[in-house]
């Protein structure tokens, strides 16, 4: 996740779409929030006319799958083993959730980005917060919610200088008792659930060579999956399962390397050619330059417990230039699918090969059943950071579909025979040249953000980015006494000038249903409900629940900073249901605020700082979870 | 005004550095605690000791503020205002405000005394391992890895890292020099001040060759290093320019005992108070 000091072209005609004088009014309109109880709207919803909404009407719904449990806890960030963030529970539903109201807050003291979800099992919630990485498990028998035990982990201070994008932690998951989560230097714990003791904890990742974790780990039968961060670090990704029960080893697969490494074997069945041959973790790389070539796992991991498999997504390439890496650079900015008991890998496939643009590919898959031309598959759905929703036969690798959910001119889509992601190669990378209107930016069309899946509609909720990029002028740099010379990145809003946006998307017609433009990238999780509705929150700090049909605004309350936390919902042991989410602005679209980084250093965070001057306008930094309940 | 007046005023206008008494007045200076031989919290750098010089000239007393010279340093630094001055950093930097150069150099072609010498990019085969530093780091490539990539060199290179590891033995800037010294590397391609000073110190003796000022490359492998302040800290950049003037041939001295390589074929004029 990194700026681009190699630069991209735009496509013949496509800056004709963009209105960036808009953009730029729109950027600088001095923040005005709209009075409570008036008609304080998102900037706009858009009902989309023409072939999206008549192809909703004539597809086929895809399903979840019978292991996407929907009961009334709430136990993992995803939710359940295929990642859909839906909830059966519906006594908060369309009709009475304009009565919804806070019950509970609960401040962690801390200012930088929470965007940990909030996890329920029984009478107790849990939650992890950002380095450093403090567990709190809240009362839910007792009035108001108090804290049962917190456990602080020894955490090396260190870790938070090679963390790329703020300290942030993505969340803690509870199986048979216990309580895992990664911290910021690399260790993962066990807790025991009921006390907050310590079970085992191991140092997987080390922050001497540029690693950290941030990821929520994942648990899969008897095993608890985990990964490093930092792929700006010259970091080899891996990805390791653990015993639920003595935090051992029972397998580590890295990203890049030789097939023995990269647990690649006789199972290995990729659909495409480009995916085949031996050792391509070595070969697709210059000589050795696979050894700090990036491909670490952050993001998401779902489990078919069918098909016995594991799906997550690897991060992308490094070094960034590009042009010392020639080459497709396996298996960095790609999907695999892997053997839960051996992690041997069944397939690959890379969305971005030899990505240029910071195109990681560790967005979640949301695994679900469809009827697709007449047969029934099961796939997986994967919005990627290069702006596409790719629909991906989960059993065998093949890609059925993949639109763009945003302005993209990076590439002109996928070409479903081969697989391959048509670059638009127009330009290729030049040291020093100065190239405007690059879409999408480098955190993607989407980036980490979750989206959830309705078993109800139907339908995928995707809380993403609408963000473009200049690479300016070369300008004098300075790192530990070595000046350079670098191309600054400055992303700003893409078209129609604003930042963020919140859709609802049919699959099979590959099209938007509706969406939801908003000032700031929407940066939060998303949750789906039997109640008809959608929840997810702004990064001024509106937490917003919506109609999962037609993306009418229902309720809304503002926290007391931005949200880009994952929301959860649950039955409370006093039967009633409850929702709930972290507020505490920051993250990389958020580091002007948590890190509190003058607004004149455009290309601080990353190039991201442009895109979101005025965000301390709207919010300041300051964790806590809420939680909401009818009265 | 007279001159009395004028220096009580430049000395109220840099009042928020003065801490603790009324008469020890304090020049707080950003710096990185492990960077040889830039900084070094034994004082060994020459960083170390330009400021001691400098703080001489300005009657102040030098404060070292330490933090690793990693990402955001000049945001967690200087714009957090733990401190004041970071003593070395390229002239013409958008983000602070610099005083004049008082040195420049070149990046330099480093090789084994008994190797094949390199003395510009044209001298280099593809036969031949080739290190570098600031390979991707941070979104980065030193101006050598960009001029390198140009030139159809990628399997060649080998990356060293100039930030956010800490070795095992010898210093983070060193790891590249000990790379040619032990053959791991054929020639390295290294900044000036590191090159020179580290050249003296391997197992082996190793030649520092300046790159060619006059040949055409992408991008600059010269640049002029100053003092960084604030923005908005004009009079201490004043006060500095000042001092830096008066020291130059002290610092000259002081640069050359670190083994500073000159650029080649730039005039010292430039360098000339």
Redesign the interface.
């Known amino acids: 996740m990194l700026r681009i000091p190699c630069i991209v072209s735009i496509g013949a005609g496509f800056a004709a779409v963009f209105a960036y004088a808009a953009a730029a009014q729109e950027a600088t309109t001095p923040p005005v929030d709209p009075p409570a109880g008036a008609a304080a709207q998102p900037l706009s919803v858009k009902p989309l006319p023409g072939p999206a909404a008549d192809a909703t009407a004539t597809t086929v719904k895809p399903r979840a799958p019978a292991f996407a449990d929907a009961g009334p806890e709430w136990v993992t960030p995803g939710k359940n083993p295929a990642h859909t963030r839906y909830s059966a529970l519906n006594q908060i539903n369309a009709d009475n959730v304009g009565n919804m109201r806070a019950v509970s807050t609960f401040s962690t003291g801390l200012s930088a980005g929470h965007e940990a979800a909030p996890v329920v099992v029984g009478s107790t919630l849990y939650f992890v917060t950002p380095y450093p990485n403090v567990v709190y498990a809240l009362d839910l028998n007792q009035p108001g919610f108090p804290m049962k035990w917190k456990f602080e982990p020894t955490v090396v201070a260190a870790a938070q200088g090679m963390a790329c994008c703020d300290i942030v932690n993505r969340g803690v998951v509870f199986d048979n008792g216990r309580i895992f989560f990664n911290t910021l230097d690399g260790q993962t714990y066990a807790l025991n659930a009921e006390t907050g003791e310590e079970i085992w904890r191991r140092q997987l990742a080390d922050i001497k060579q540029g690693e950290t974790m941030t990821m929520a780990p994942f648990v899969a039968k008897d095993k608890v999956i985990v990964g490093n961060s930092g792929g700006e670090m010259g970091v080899r990704g891996w990805a390791q399962a653990l015993d639920v029960a003595t935090g051992e080893t029972a397998w580590k697969a890295y990203s890049t390397g030789p097939d023995e490494e990269v647990l690649i074997g006789a199972e290995y069945e990729p659909f495409y050619d480009q995916e085949k041959g031996k050792d391509l973790g070595v070969t697709t790389w210059p000589a050795d330059m696979w050894k700090t070539g990036g491909g670490t796992v952050w993001g998401w991991i779902s489990h078919d417990p069918e098909l016995n498999l594991i799906y997550y997504g690897t991060s992308n390439p490094g070094p960034w230039n590009s042009t010392v890496r020639p080459g497709a650079n396996k298996y960095t900015a790609g999907i695999f699918a892997r053997d839960v008991d051996t992690g041997q890998a069944r397939w690959f496939y890379q969305m971005s090969p030899h990505d240029v643009s910071d195109y990681d590919g560790v967005n979640e898959n949301i695994l679900v059943d469809i009827e697709w031309n007449g047969e029934e598959r099961k796939v997986l759905a994967h919005p990627d950071r290069n702006g596409h929703f790719y629909v991906i036969d989960r059993e065998t690798g093949e890609v059925l579909s993949a639109k763009p959910f945003h302005a993209v001119n990076s590439s002109h889509g996928v070409d479903l025979e081969t697989g391959a992601l048509i670059y638009n190669t127009d330009k290729r990378p030049e040291t020093g040249k100065k190239v405007t209107d690059i879409c999408p930016a480098p955190p993607g069309a989407k980036d980490w953000q979750p989206s959830a899946f309705s078993h109800d509609t139907g339908l995928f909720y995707i809380p993403h980015n609408n963000l473009c990029m200049d690479l300016v002028e070369t300008e004098v740099g300075y790192i530990a006494g070595t000046p350079y010379v670098g191309a600054d990145v400055w992303m700003k809003p893409g078209p129609g000038g604003h930042r963020g946006e919140f859709s609802a998307w049919d699959m099979a017609a590959g099209a938007e249903v509706w969406t939801i433009n908003e000032r700031f990238p929407v940066w939060s999780g998303t949750l789906a409900t039997a109640g008809n509705l959608v929840f997810y929150g702004t990064m001024e700090g509106w937490f917003r629940a919506v109609n999962a049909t037609t993306g009418e605004e229902l309720w809304r309350f503002r926290t007391g900073s931005g949200i880009i936390g994952q929301p959860t919902t649950w039955q409370g042991p006093d039967g009633k249901q409850y929702v709930s989410v972290l507020s505490g602005v920051g993250g990389w679209a958020g580091a002007i605020v948590s890190g509190n980084i003058d607004a004149r250093d455009g290309t601080a965070a990353l190039g991201f700082v442009n895109a979101m001057k005025d965000l301390p306008d709207y919010t300041t930094a300051g964790g806590a979870l809420y939680v909401f309940g009818l009265p | 005004m007279s001159l009395a007046c004028r220096s009580w005023l430049v000395a109220a206008a840099v009042m928020p550095l003065v801490a603790g008494t009324a008469d020890a007045r304090e020049l707080r200076v950003c710096a ?1 605690p492990d ?1 040889m031989p ?1 900084s070094h919290e034994s004082g060994e750098g020459f960083e170390n000791k330009v400021m001691a010089l400098v703080g001489r000239e300005m009657g102040a007393e030098v404060k070292f503020v330490w933090a ?6 000049v ?1 967690k630094t200087l ?2 205002r733990t401190c004041d001055v970071i003593p ?3 002239t ?4 602070a405000r610099t005083t004049r150069p008082y040195y420049m150099s070149s990046y330099a072609f480093v090789t084994r005394r008994d190797g094949v010498p390199i003395r510009s990019f044209s001298d280099l085969k593809k036969d031949m391992a080739i290190g570098v ?11 050598p ?2 001029e ?3 030139r159809g060199y ?2 060649e ?3 060293y ?6 070795p095992d033995n010898g210093a ?2 060193e790891q590249i020099m000990m790379a040619v010294a032990d053959g791991t590397v054929d020639v390295a391609v290294v ?1 000036g ?2 090159a020179g000073y580290f050249a003296t110190r391997e197992a082996v003796p190793l030649d520092v060759h300046p790159v060619d000022g006059n040949e055409k490359t ?3 492998m010269t ?1 002029a ?1 100053g003092m960084g302040v604030r923005r908005d800290d004009e009079d201490l950049a004043k006060e500095l320019d000042a001092a830096l003037v008066k020291l130059a041939p002290e610092i000259r001295t002081l640069l050359d005992s670190y083994g500073l390589p000159q650029p080649v074929r730039k005039s010292r004029a430039e360098l000339a108070p």
Do not use: C, H, Y
């Open positions: 990185d960077n830039f690793p010279q990693w990402r955001g340093f945001r714009r957090a070395g950093i390229p013409g930097i958008d983000r530093q600031l390979i991707g780091d941070d979104g980065v490539n030193s101006p890895v960009e390198l990539a140009a990628t399997s290179l080998k990356g890292m100039a930030w956010g590891r800490v983070p800037l900044w001040p590191p992408v991008v600059p640049f290093i």
